[in-house]
């Protein structure tokens, strides 16, 4: 992997970076679509491949168990297995296996867990994947056990990395633990910092699990601040707007989130005003596109929100357009935030884009507090702001968004 970084923001930690590997460059930062089962909820790989979309995120947990590695290794891989051609990105598996199974036992070989199919006991070893299992709000002396274990799953995978033949055309990413400590961030940091030779990149993983968005950004700019400059720097589980532009201005270069494909299939569409429930009644005869401005298929095909209102509920057509769309929106927000970076004005991009998406809605107090940590004040200039504490997501909703 060769990896360049580009341009930097003079007030922020934002960058613009470049990202080779074996099937192309990226640029960075971006946000990666999430091909759970090797394939995009609704899209073809040849759909996704046409969005601009270059580098995704299979799912080693779903992967292991359906289709299998037998499977995967007579296809001769993932990449030809699903008919992708660009980048893609393996993650562990270690959150589906906190969240979906009852019955997960984790030893030092590996974890053992219930298949959600067959209900039959199935071994994730340390080489399958790459991190411990413990949920993000869990505290006490268990949290520095299993950042410990992962170090030492670290070691045993960098070792098998270096004999497998495969340095050439696959990366390994260490992924930073120590859950909501930041003294035992600062410990693993520490420790993969050390193995930075044998990394070609680092994620910030643990979070995304329900911890108070206050905490998130803070642990997110301890390790992002001590990661090497030359290296990316990979946040999991990030996918709301906000959440990516700030994580960005912490110096984050990629993230993923199976949040824009979910929500289509609820018939919510991203905008720079704010996400969009289209199966309101008040869009039954909105004869617009989501987003005149937007360049996607959806919306310049002539399809309006009171088409997808009428067919959001019973055709499976409606996800697969809201999901075209949504995946171009993340894109250009991440696009946007690249160009404004390499025109030295990214400060004015975050109050710009966060003084529309939060127009009629209350300011996230966590997002103006993360933000001014880097010297971005995304309140300056407004009069008596509204702030809120906690997420502060705008939804257009009557209920409560879909997780």
């Given at each position: 992997m060769q990896f360049e970084v580009i341009a930097k923001c003079h007030t922020t930690r934002a960058r613009v970076s470049s990202m080779t590997m074996a099937h192309g460059t990226t640029y960075l930062p971006t946000f990666m679509p999430v091909a759970t089962q090797g394939a995009l909820k609704g899209l073809t790989s040849q759909q996704v491949e046409a969005l601009g979309v270059t580098l995704i995120l299979n799912n080693t947990y779903?992967?292991?168990?359906?289709?299998?590695?037998?499977v995967?290794?007579?296809?001769?891989?993932?990449?030809?297995?699903q008919g992708w051609r660009k980048n893609l990105l393996t993650d562990s598996g270690g959150f589906q296996m906190v969240s979906l199974n009852s019955f997960t036992k984790i030893t030092e070989e590996g974890v053992l867990f219930a298949s959600p199919f067959t209900g039959e006991p199935t071994m994730l070893t340390v080489r399958q994947s790459f991190f411990?299992?413990?949920?993000?709000?869990t505290t006490g002396p268990r949290v520095e056990e299993a950042m410990w274990r992962s170090i030492r799953w670290l070691d045993r995978c960098i070792a098998k990395h270096k004999s497998s033949g495969r340095i050439?055309?696959?990366?390994l990413f260490a992924i930073i633990q120590g859950g909501l400590n930041p003294e035992l961030r600062q410990k693993c940091v520490d420790e993969m910092i050390k193995r930075k030779p044998d990394l070609p990149g680092y994620a910030i993983g643990g979070l995304s699990g329900g911890e108070e968005k206050d905490v998130f950004w803070k642990i997110v700019k301890q390790c992002a601040e001590q990661l090497p400059e030359d290296r990316p720097r990979y946040c999991m589980g990030i996918g709301f707007a906000e959440d990516l532009l700030v994580c960005v201005a912490l110096g984050v270069d990629m993230a993923d989130c199976v949040f824009p494909t979910r929500t289509a299939r609820f018939g919510v569409a991203l905008t720079k005003d704010g996400p969009l429930n289209l199966r309101l009644e008040r869009y039954r005869t909105a004869f617009v596109p989501i987003d005149e401005k937007c360049p996607c298929p959806t919306c310049t095909s002539g399809m309006s929100r009171a088409s997808?209102?009428?067919?959001?509920?019973?055709?499976?057509?409606?996800?697969?357009?809201?999901?075209?769309?949504?995946?171009?929106?993340?894109?250009?927000?991440?696009?946007?935030a690249r160009d404004a970076i390499m025109e030295g004005r990214f400060p004015q991009y975050l109050k710009?884009?966060?003084?529309r998406y939060f127009a009629d809605a209350a300011y996230p107090k966590w997002c103006v507090d993360a933000l001014r940590s880097v010297g971005v004040d995304i309140l300056e200039g407004i009069e008596n702001p509204r702030i809120v504490e906690g997420k502060g997501a705008k939804w257009d909703y009557s209920d409560k968004p879909p997780k």
């Open positions: 779903h992967l292991n168990l359906r289709p299998g590695t037998k995967l290794d007579a296809a001769g891989g993932a990449h030809k297995f411990i299992l413990l949920h993000s709000l050439d055309r696959q990366n997808l209102h009428d067919l959001a509920t019973h055709e499976t057509v409606a996800a697969h357009a809201i999901t075209q769309h949504n995946l171009v929106f993340q894109a250009a927000v991440m696009g946007g710009d884009f966060f003084r």
